[in-house]
């Protein structure tokens, strides 16, 4: 296989972990990575095991030897169902092999099984929680259910107040769907004062079966190929209209009164690129393939949304990190998000602010028939369209060395 080119060799690369893979103690309705259970069939485990995790811990810490910190992210399927001695040796493991370097640890989970032990630990070891919840009990129980299909608003609930309690720091992961869509200041309120000061707000677009999904036994569609049929959302899908009228209540409730004390992942990423600065989340970084996946049994794939066989880059316990996350199959993955992009996204104002989005949303065609326009493309530009005006005041604010936050002072 041909190596990477010098320009990507070398490159920074983040690893997200799922050391238990798709396993959940919750039924989400639309979860994405439930159903890659299938693809996992006939494993004994769906752990990691001590020598993979150890081996990645010292693999990845050695890889970056110029970044000053290391953060490793841990996700799933539910982390916490590796149980809390699980992570005490992670932590034990990164102590051991840090070399010196700072090490970070986020951590993202749908909470319900945060006692006070879980709590302690993760604020002990200043392990940044993210918390999934969609809103309050009606917006939130509409999707995330148990496998008994009932409730988890109050569980979750608790388990930030107990992270309150004991000191640990968190954020909230909101999946934007069909539902809490059409509720945008509900949400962003609920969310505020419940005491969360960093909003990730997260479009969920999932679509049916397609010949090659059906092929692997998944009910949800893989990723759109170049000139992909068009395939129906799911019903639980936010629609593009919903999910840019969403943005633009949010942030005219933001950027009137929360600039500097609520930070919105998206809104931050656009005053980035309002600035010059780009790439801050991957999704509208200009290129992909610097967000890689660990599976539980080793296996590393090219990006969260696409682990799919074909995007299988090798396992851990034969090939070392680096050569995976640095190799021809993964740059060309990384490339192809701005190679394959449609000239009416080539031609657009906004592209250094959206750079078409995820890949994964890319099935949708342009207005002359092109293929592979982002499904929230509308949305989007309706957005940054709306928040122009006030991202260009932002950024000479920036540019002048003054707060952002001094936006709010002009009314």
């Not at 991957?282 to 660990?294: F, R």
């Not at 799919?308 to 993964?330: F, H, I, R, V």
């Amino acid at each position: 296989m041909r190596n990477a080119s010098s320009s990507f060799r070398g490159r920074p690369f983040h690893v997200m972990v799922k050391p238990i893979g798709p396993a959940c103690n919750l039924d989400c309705r639309y979860c994405f990575y439930l159903e890659k259970a299938r693809l996992f069939a006939g494993e004994h485990s769906p752990r990691i095991s001590d020598a993979a995790l150890e081996s990645f811990v010292q693999q990845y810490i050695a890889a970056l030897p110029d970044a000053p910190e290391i953060n490793f992210a841990w996700q799933g399927g539910e982390p916490t169902l590796m149980g809390l001695d699980f992570f005490r040796k992670v932590v034990a493991l990164q102590k051991q092999h840090s070399g010196g370097k700072k090490i970070t640890n986020a951590f993202q989970t749908n909470a319900t099984l945060l006692d006070d032990e879980w709590c302690a630990f993760l604020a002990a070891n200043q392990f940044l929680t993210g918390v999934s919840l969609d809103g309050p009990r009606e917006l939130h129980d509409a999707y995330r259910l148990d496998k008994q299909g009932r409730s988890t608003f109050e569980t979750v609930i608790a388990a930030v107040e107990r992270l309150k309690r004991h000191g640990a720091p968190f954020n909230t992961l909101t999946v934007v769907n069909r539902i809490n869509s059409k509720q945008p200041l509900k949400v962003y309120r609920f969310l505020k004062e419940l005491g969360s000061t960093f909003h990730q707000y997260i479009p969920i677009v999932e679509r049916v079966a397609n010949p090659a999904a059906q092929a692997l036994g998944l009910p949800l569609a893989t990723p759109p190929s170049a000139g992909a049929e068009d395939i129906a959302v799911t019903e639980w899908s936010v629609r593009p209209g919903d999910y840019g009228k969403f943005l633009i209540a949010i942030f005219d409730a933001w950027v009137r009164q929360d600039v500097g004390k609520i930070f919105v992942q998206l809104f931050d990423a656009a005053l980035a690129a309002w600035v010059g600065q780009s790439g801050t989340v991957c999704v509208y970084a200009e290129e992909c393939g610097n967000a890689i996946i660990l599976e539980h049994n080793g296996e590393v794939y090219a990006c969260d949304h696409f682990v799919y066989p074909q995007y299988l880059l090798g396992n851990l316990k034969d090939t070392p990190l680096t050569e995976l996350a640095w190799s021809a199959a993964q740059e060309r993955f990384g490339r192809n998000k701005q190679a394959l992009l449609p000239t009416y996204c080539r031609k657009c104002g906004f592209l250094f602010a959206c750079n078409g989005e995820c890949p994964k949303h890319r099935f949708a065609k342009t207005p002359d028939g092109e293929p592979g326009l982002n499904y929230l493309c509308p949305g989007l530009k309706k957005f940054f369209q709306y928040a122009t005006p006030k991202l260009d005041a932002m950024a000479r604010l920036v540019q002048a060395r003054r707060p952002a936050a001094d936006i709010m002072q002009k009314g």
